[in-house]
């Protein structure tokens, strides 16, 4: 075999190189958009809650601990909970959602739709 045969069997190494740039492209733009992208929305979701309490707001903790807003100061926030009105102080970062403002959207959208939103298999409830 030649030297010029030889080098036509193996392809050239030009263009196996772009092919290869564009696929590591286009696995780290998937990745992008599948993982970091929504986890990163979410994220920013999460901290707008946070950074909305107000006194009085009904929150749940990560914990599973459901309480009342009676201060907040930076990052922390005091709770009432329970009956006997026990209080505790948390980190704002501890906070897994705001029932009230759950609650208050859920209404809202009630009140737009004028009915509740229907699932893809409403039909088995009845």
């Known amino acids: 075999m030649t030297t010029t045969g030889f080098a036509l ?35 920013k979701k999460e901290e707008e809650m946070r950074n909305s309490l107000e006194v009085g707001d009904t929150i749940v903790t990560i914990g599973g601990i459901i309480g009342r807003v009676l201060s907040i100061k930076e990052d922390d926030i005091v709770i009432e909970t329970g009956a006997d009105r026990n209080k505790m102080k948390i980190k704002k970062w501890a906070i897994g959602s705001n029932e009230t403002r759950a609650a208050a959207a859920k209404e809202a959208e009630k009140k737009s739709d004028g009915t509740e939103k229907k699932g893809l298999f409403s039909f088995l409830k009845k």
């Not at 030009?14 to 986890?39: C, D, H, K, N």
């Open 9 to 43: 069997t193996q392809g050239g190494g030009e263009g196996s190189f772009w092919t290869m740039i564009v696929l590591y492209g286009l696995i780290i733009a998937v990745f992008y958009f599948i993982l970091i992208r929504p986890q990163s929305k979410q994220k």
